[in-house]
C-alpha cells in the first residue's frame, strides 16, 4: 500500500466520473449499434483487449506522461486530426480500463478496492485530457453537450469552410468525394477488424440556416502501428485524413462519444454540398491541404485515393482471410487496446512492446473466450448487467433503465477509513502476440520513418499553434482582443496553407 | 477454502445466462483454490502470486469440463466453429450444397402471393428510403470462400445479397457491387448498414425472414420509412417488406 491514501475528494470524484462513463457506455451500447461478424471473433477479442487495458494502461499512461501531460496532447489533438480524440478519448479510455476491471471483478480475480490507486490516476487522466480537448465547447464529453463536439477554434473552422469547394449531385467532385467516403469507411472498418474506430466526426458546427459542417477522420489508413498493413498499405500516402463535410439541409441532431451521428432527414449522398480534403499528425503543423488547389485536383485526389483504398481492402482482405483464430483475436484485442496509442505517438514514446503485445496476465484467459460465452458476458458487461456485482440496491434506478444495477462498480470510500487495498497492477510484463512482428516502417507527414526516427521527431516537434506564445489564446481572449497584433498573428499561423483565406488574418467577425 | 471478498453480496444474484454462471462460478472455486494453495493473503495475491499460480492450464480445464458435458457452442464467426469443430455446434448453409437453404426466422411474417406474382417473405428495417423498390437475384454470402468466389467470377449483376453479418468486413471485397442486401441480423446503425448508406445500396437490416433460397428472385421494399435510432428506443420501428417473385 502506498503511503498516502487517496483523498475523499480524489474518490468522490473519481466515482462521479466512473458513473457517468457507465452511464454513457449503457446508453451507446444500447441504442447505437448491434454488432456481429463471421469474419472475426469479435466479443472474445473485445474481452481480451479489455482485460489487457486494465493491466496495461496505468503504466503506459504515466509513461506518457513523463513526457507530456495529458492536457498537452490534447491541445495538440484540437490542432490534429489523429486517434486521439473520439472514441479513442471521448470513450475508450477509461471505459474499456473499466470493463476489464469489471469482467475482473465478476470473475472474482479482484475486490472493489483493488487497483484502487490506478483507477484514480486513469480516470483523473482521463478527465483532465477530456476538459482541455472540449476546452472550445465547455464540455467534458460529447454526451454532456447534448451530443455535440464542437472541438475546433473560430480560426479552425473558418479555414475549413471558406477553402471547402461547393459540390452537388451529378457533378464530378461530388461523385468522387461521395464514393471515396463510402470506399475509406468500408477500408477503416477492415483496418479495425469491424469495429469503427478508424473513423470518427465532430461537430456540427452551425454555417447558416441550411447548411452545417462536420468535420470527419479517417485514422490509421497507411503503414503505421497496426502490423497488419505493413506491405498491404505501402502505397497509401495518408496515415490520417480530415474530410470537412458541408451538408445542406440536414440537422446533425447527434454526434456522440463514438464519433457516430445521426441526422433528420438522414445524411445521404444528396445532402452533401461541400468538401475538403487535409492531413496531420504529430509531426505536421496542424492540418495540412491535400489536392486542395482546385475542384478538379480534388476530385482526382479523390479518385486516385478511391482506387489505392480498393486495392488495400482487397489485399488486407485476402490477408485477413488466411489467419488463424487466435490472429484475428489478437488484431482486434490490439485494435481496440491500443486506440489510445497514438498519446505514445504525439509524446514520442511509442514501443512496440507497450502496444503491440498482450500481457500475460490478459493472455491467460483465452481459453475461455469462446463465442458464446464471450458474446454472453460482454452483453451482461454493457447492457444486461446482470451479474452480481452490477447489482445494486433494490431502491436504486439507473438512469435510462431504471434497473437497480449499474455499471461500474464504484472505489469504496471504506479505505479512507483504514480499510486495506491494493494500490495498482504493477508495471506491464513481456507479452506475445500471434501476428507477425511490425516492420520498421510509419508513414507520416514526413515521409516513411523508422520508429526510433519517428519518435525522436515527435519529442523534438511542437507546432507553432501550441507555442507557449499561442497556447492560451483562447477564443474568450479572441473575441475581445482580435485587433491586437499577436490575434493576427495567430490566425495568420492558422491560415498559412489557406488558398482563400492566407494572410487575412484576425479581422472582425460579424455573426 | 477460502472465502473471496465478493462472496458476502447483498444484492448479487446469478447471471441470466447459464454458460456465464457456469464459467463465473469455476473462475471462482479457482481463485479460491488457489489462493488457499498460496498461503498468502489476499494483497499479496492479488496482483502477486495469483500471477504466477492461476494459468492458462486452469482455464483450458474450465472449457474442458463445459464440453465434457456434452454442451457445445454457439458460434459467431466461421473460423471459430471451422478450427474446432469439437467444440461448437454443427453450421448449416455456410459449405456444401446450400441451394435449398434459407433462414427461417420464427417472427417472419408471410403472405399469399399479390396481384403482381410477390409473395411476402418477411419484413426488415430499410436503412434510407428510396424512391423505387428493388429486384434482383436472391445470392447467400456468409463466408470468404464465397467472398472469394465473388472477388473472381464478380458479382453479378441484380445481385441481392442474404447476408446474417452485420459487420462490414466479411463482404468488403464485394459489398459495393450488390444492388440490394437482406441482413438477418443487426440494426441500421450496425457497421454494414452505415455502409450501405455510404454507398448507397438499398439495405434492410434485422430482417426476419422466411422460404428464401439462393437464386430465388426477390424485391425488397426500398421505398419503405427508414428506421431510426429512436424508433429502436421507442419500439416504433416501421419495417419494410421482402417479398419473393414467383413468376
Redesign the interface.
Same mark, same amino acid.
Given at each position: 500500500?502506498s503511503d498516502t491514501r487517496p483523498t475523499y475528494a480524489q474518490l468522490l470524484e473519481t466515482n462521479n466520473l466512473m458513473q457517468n462513463c457507465g452511464d454513457a457506455t449503457y446508453w451507446l451500447c !444500447? +441504442?447505437?449499434? #448491434?454488432? *456481429?461478424?463471421?469474419?472475426?471473433? #469479435?466479443?472474445p477479442y473485445i474481452l481480451l483487449s479489455y482485460l489487457n487495458a486494465f493491466y496495461r494502461y496505468p503504466t503506459l499512461l504515466k509513461k506518457i506522461e513523463a513526457r507530456m501531460p495529458a492536457e498537452e496532447i490534447a491541445d495538440r489533438a484540437r490542432n490534429m486530426g489523429m486517434k486521439i480524440t473520439n472514441s479513442a478519448l471521448g470513450w475508450a479510455l477509461p471505459n474499456f480500463y473499466l470493463l476489464g476491471r469489471e469482467l475482473l471483478?465478476? !470473475? *472474482?480475480?479482484? =475486490?472493489p478496492q483493488? &487497483?484502487l490507486e490506478d483507477v484514480v490516476y486513469v480516470m483523473g487522466f482521463w478527465k483532465r485530457y477530456l476538459l482541455s480537448w472540449h476546452r472550445n465547447d465547455g464540455h467534458i464529453t460529447n454526451r454532456e453537450y447534448g451530443n455535440r463536439a464542437q472541438i475546433l477554434p473560430d480560426r479552425r473552422l473558418e479555414v475549413f469552410h471558406k477553402d471547402l469547394y461547393e459540390c452537388r449531385p451529378g457533378d464530378p467532385l461530388h461523385e468522387a468525394a461521395?464514393t471515396f !467516403?463510402?470506399?475509406v469507411?468500408?477500408?477503416g472498418?477492415?483496418v479495425s477488424?469491424?469495429s469503427?474506430i478508424s473513423l470518427t466526426n465532430s461537430g456540427p458546427y452551425r454555417v447558416d440556416d441550411r447548411h452545417q459542417l462536420v468535420v470527419r477522420d479517417f485514422m490509421d489508413l497507411a503503414e503505421c502501428s497496426l502490423p497488419w498493413l505493413d506491405g498491404v498499405a505501402r502505397d497509401v500516402p495518408y496515415n490520417y485524413l480530415t474530410v470537412p463535410t458541408l451538408v445542406r439541409d440536414c440537422n446533425f441532431r447527434?454526434v456522440d462519444d463514438w464519433g457516430?451521428f %445521426?441526422a433528420t432527414p438522414?445524411? +445521404? &449522398?444528396e445532402h452533401l454540398a461541400g468538401i475538403g480534403l487535409y492531413t496531420s499528425d504529430a509531426l505536421s503543423e496542424g492540418f495540412l491541404p491535400v489536392g486542395m488547389g482546385s475542384a478538379e485536383e480534388l476530385t482526382d485526389t479523390f479518385n486516385s485515393l478511391n482506387a489505392v483504398f480498393k486495392q488495400a +481492402?482487397?489485399k488486407l482482405?485476402?490477408r $485477413? &482471410?488466411g489467419? +488463424?483464430?487466435d490472429q484475428?483475436i489478437d488484431a482486434g484485442a490490439l485494435t481496440y487496446y491500443n486506440i489510445i496509442k497514438d498519446l505514445a505517438h504525439v509524446a514520442g514514446v511509442f514501443e512496440v512492446k507497450d502496444w503491440l503485445e498482450i500481457d500475460? =496476465?490478459a %493472455?491467460?484467459? =483465452?481459453?475461455?473466450l469462446?463465442?458464446?460465452?464471450s458474446?454472453? $458476458?460482454l452483453g451482461?458487461l454493457v447492457v444486461?448487467l446482470? !451479474?452480481?456485482?452490477h447489482?445494486?440496491?433494490?431502491y436504486q434506478m439507473m438512469q435510462y433503465s431504471d434497473g &437497480?444495477s449499474r455499471v461500474y462498480t464504484p472505489l469504496p470510500y471504506s479505505v479512507l477509513a483504514g480499510d486495506?487495498y #491494493?494500490p *495498482?497492477? *504493477?508495471p506491464i510484463q513481456n507479452g506475445a502476440s500471434h501476428l507477425d512482428p511490425k516492420e520498421d516502417r510509419y508513414r507520416t507527414t514526413a515521409g516513411v520513418l523508422t520508429l526510433e526516427e519517428y519518435n525522436r521527431r515527435a519529442r523534438e516537434f511542437k507546432p507553432a499553434l501550441c507555442e507557449d506564445r499561442y497556447r492560451f489564446l483562447c477564443e474568450t481572449w479572441v473575441k475581445y482582443n482580435y485587433r491586437t497584433p499577436l490575434a493576427d498573428d495567430l490566425y495568420r499561423l492558422e491560415q498559412r496553407q489557406s488558398r482563400t483565406m492566407k494572410d487575412k488574418g484576425a479581422g472582425r467577425r460579424d455573426t | 477454502m477460502a472465502g473471496l471478498y465478493v462472496d458476502d453480496d447483498r444484492y448479487g444474484g446469478s447471471p441470466n445466462s447459464l454458460l456465464v454462471e457456469a464459467v463465473r462460478n469455476a473462475c471462482l472455486d479457482l481463485v479460491r483454490r488457489k489462493l488457499d494453495e498460496s498461503g498468502d493473503d489476499w494483497a499479496s495475491f492479488v496482483f502477486g502470486s495469483s500471477e504466477r499460480l492461476i494459468t492458462t492450464a486452469d482455464f483450458v480445464a474450465v472449457e474442458r469440463r463445459i464440453l465434457d458435458s456434452g454442451y457445445r457452442f454457439d458460434w459467431s464467426a466461421v473460423i471459430s466453429q471451422r478450427e474446432r469443430p469439437d467444440a461448437y455446434k454443427v453450421p448449416e448453409g455456410i459449405a456444401g450444397d446450400v441451394s435449398s437453404f434459407s433462414f427461417e426466422h420464427p417472427e417472419a411474417i408471410v403472405g399469399e402471393a399479390d396481384a403482381a406474382g410477390r409473395t411476402q417473405r418477411g419484413l426488415g428495417d430499410n436503412v434510407v428510403q428510396k424512391s423505387v423498390n428493388v429486384a434482383g437475384t436472391a445470392r447467400y454470402v456468409r463466408s470468404s470462400e464465397q467472398v472469394i468466389a465473388l472477388m473472381q467470377s464478380g458479382v453479378p449483376a441484380g445481385t441481392i445479397a442474404i447476408i446474417d453479418d452485420s459487420g462490414g468486413t466479411l463482404t468488403a471485397p464485394v459489398l459495393e457491387h450488390f444492388a440490394g442486401i437482406v441482413c438477418a441480423g443487426g440494426t441500421v446503425r450496425s457497421h454494414l448498414g452505415i455502409l450501405a448508406r455510404e454507398y448507397g445500396i438499398p439495405c434492410l437490416m434485422n430482417a426476419r425472414i422466411s422460404g428464401i433460397c439462393d437464386g430465388d428472385r426477390v424485391e425488397i421494399e426500398a421505398t419503405a420509412e427508414a428506421t431510426t435510432g429512436e424508433a429502436y428506443f421507442g419500439g416504433k420501428a416501421k419495417p419494410a417488406r421482402i417479398w419473393k417473385i414467383e413468376r
Open positions: 500500500m !444500447l +441504442t447505437r449499434t #448491434v454488432q *456481429g461478424s463471421k469474419l472475426f471473433p #469479435v466479443s471483478l465478476s !470473475l *472474482g480475480f479482484l =475486490r483493488d &487497483a461521395h !467516403l463510402a470506399t469507411s468500408q477500408y472498418f477492415l477488424c469491424e469503427r447527434l457516430s %445521426e438522414e445524411f +445521404t &449522398a +481492402t482487397n482482405w485476402l $485477413i &482471410a489467419w +488463424t483464430r484475428m500475460p =496476465r %493472455e491467460r484467459f =483465452r481459453p475461455l469462446n463465442d458464446e460465452f458474446n454472453q $458476458i451482461s444486461g446482470d !451479474l452480481p456485482n447489482r445494486q440496491s433494490p &437497480a486495506p #491494493v *495498482g497492477v *504493477g | -
